[in-house]
């Protein structure tokens, strides 16, 4: 099946610690996501990577770091410096970015709770 | 700043047609209308999008005005599973612009 997978589905971490949130697509998408979302709120964007090995800050990106070294996979890193970083994470990925006709599609969420 | 309005909640009977609105009276010549809809915990599902043509496939109709400042997503028979969030955005045709999800609609179909 092709797709966008996130792991894990739940994720607890203590305050201080920095977490890694997996983002996989094997899609064969040239660009990738991710989203930060908050109890009856929209999505907001933290990241996006046009192509490998690059990338740009979104609406959010403080507190948050990313690499994409390969194609298929955009990890998350939520650092200490993310004042509150209990959310809902969402992973997309689309043919290109930008344009009228592309469209995103979403992985099923990681839920990261910090005690 | 938000590009699109739409209203907070809706409720819908089974069966029935959902008939879901959005302004977006700012929009460019460029930009299309886009239709995700969000199932509570899960990640959003594209449904639809369009220019300004009237557009159909399986899951809904998306009905522009000729203005192009206002949009309809229609889901013709809808049921309990179509109960979600639904977000309408608009999105130029080319350059640098990521999708920008507003708070959209939490339609509940009622049985």
């Known amino acids: 099946d092709g797709g966008i997978t996130q792991s894990p589905k739940y994720l607890f971490r203590k305050e201080g610690q920095n977490v890694t949130l997996s983002c996989e697509q094997n899609?064969?998408?040239?660009?990738m996501y991710w989203y930060r979302q908050d109890p009856g709120q929209g999505l907001r964007l933290i990241y996006y990577s046009q192509i490998v090995n690059d990338f740009q800050k979104g609406d959010i990106a403080e507190g948050y770091s990313v690499s994409r070294e390969k194609k298929e996979s955009f990890p998350l890193t939520v650092t200490s410096a993310q004042k509150n970083p209990t959310a809902f994470y969402l992973c997309a990925s689309s043919t290109r970015f930008g344009g009228g006709a592309d469209t995103q599609y979403f992985g099923p969420g990681t839920r990261l709770t910090v005690l | 700043d938000a590009k699109t309005t739409q209203p907070p909640s809706m409720d819908c009977a089974e069966g029935r047609a959902a008939n879901l609105p959005c302004n977006h009276s700012?929009?460019?010549?460029?930009?299309?209308v886009y239709w995700y809809r969000q199932i509570h915990s899960q990640g959003p599902q594209y449904i639809i999008h369009?220019?300004?043509n009237n557009e159909t496939n399986e899951m809904a109709s998306l009905i522009i005005t000729e203005d192009r400042k206002s949009s309809t997503l229609i889901l013709p028979h809808a049921t309990l599973r179509d109960t979600a969030v639904y977000y309408c955005?608009?999105?130029?045709?080319?350059?640098?612009?990521?999708?920008?999800f507003g708070k959209g609609t939490r339609l509940s179909v009622i049985a």
């Open positions: 700012t929009i460019s010549g460029n930009e299309y």
């Open positions: 955005i608009v999105r130029a045709y080319s350059g640098n612009t990521p999708l920008v």
């Open positions: 899609l064969n998408h040239d660009a």
């Open positions: 369009g220019l300004k």
